[in-house]
């Protein structure tokens, strides 16, 4: 290349798609290589910090991306990305739901934490289609669209990716208090989960409010 040609003009800001999906990729493996190696409260601690992350960070851009990319990619390449985002949202689940019973350490713990292996290797097998998927999307949209088109594209990705957020719901239950036993007798409300969108717990904790309760992570039903 010439030193007075034109530089070429950076590609938008698409690629975090798949380098947020490598991401979670790399700690799902992480966690399964170190497994038999960390005590196992850190185990299911990080399993947490996982289940936080999938949720906080690719729940919303897999909702994003299906709402703006897959009907710009036709059937070929968009079919494949919903029946990725399907399978994302099950997983994420079905992590959540196997932490819970881990962390009670239930007389079933050997058996839950089998289930669980079984589930984080599907987890990265998932996330990996999910990349290869993404990065097909990519290069496509490269190919076809004008390079002003694709920086809008991504602006608006951001945008719906923070409207996901609203509409995430996580259930939440309150702290119990350690005078339990007298405050349930006379508030029994504590007791009670409640529904709250992801955007505004992540407002509380930013804002400086402690968060009130524990968090079981529900993205929501699968739907295709």
């Given at each position: 290349m010439r030193f007075d040609?034109?530089?070429?003009?950076?590609?938008?800001?698409?690629?975090r798609l798949p380098d947020t999906t490598q991401r979670m990729l790399d700690t799902?493996?992480?966690?399964?290589?170190?497994?038999?190696?960390?005590?196992?409260?850190?185990?299911?601690?990080?399993?947490?910090?996982?289940?936080?992350?999938?949720?906080s960070s690719l729940v919303p851009l897999v909702a994003a991306e299906e709402r703006l990319l897959c009907q710009r990619l036709g059937r070929a390449l968009?079919?494949?990305?919903?029946?990725?985002?399907?399978?994302?949202?099950?997983?994420?689940e079905r992590?959540?739901?196997?932490?819970?019973?881990?962390?009670?350490?239930?007389?079933?713990?050997?058996?839950?934490?089998?289930?669980?292996?079984?589930?984080?290797?599907?987890m990265t097998i998932a996330l990996d289609a999910l990349r290869t998927h993404q990065q097909a999307a990519l290069r496509h949209l490269s190919d076809t669209l004008p390079l002003d088109e694709q920086v809008r594209l991504a602006a608006t990705l951001d945008a719906a990716a923070l409207d996901a957020r609203e509409h995430t719901m996580l259930i939440v239950r309150p702290a119990i208090p350690p005078t339990a036993a007298h405050v349930l007798r006379n508030r029994?409300?504590?007791?009670?989960?409640?529904?709250?969108?992801?955007?505004?717990?992540?407002?509380?904790?930013?804002?400086?409010a402690a968060s009130e309760g524990e968090t079981n992570h529900v993205a929501g039903p699968p739907s295709r």
């Open positions: 040609e034109p530089v070429p003009a950076p590609i938008p800001d698409l690629q799902v493996r992480q966690l399964i290589r170190d497994r038999t190696v960390i005590p196992a409260r850190v185990f299911t601690s990080r399993l947490e910090a996982l289940i936080d992350e999938l949720v968009g079919d494949p990305l919903k029946a990725d985002h399907w399978e994302m949202r099950r997983l994420v992590l959540s739901m196997l932490s819970e019973g881990l962390e009670r350490r239930s007389r079933r713990a050997t058996k839950i934490e089998q289930v669980l292996l079984t589930a984080l290797q599907q029994p409300d504590l007791n009670a989960a409640y529904a709250m969108s992801l955007a505004e717990i992540e407002r509380r904790v930013h804002g400086g």
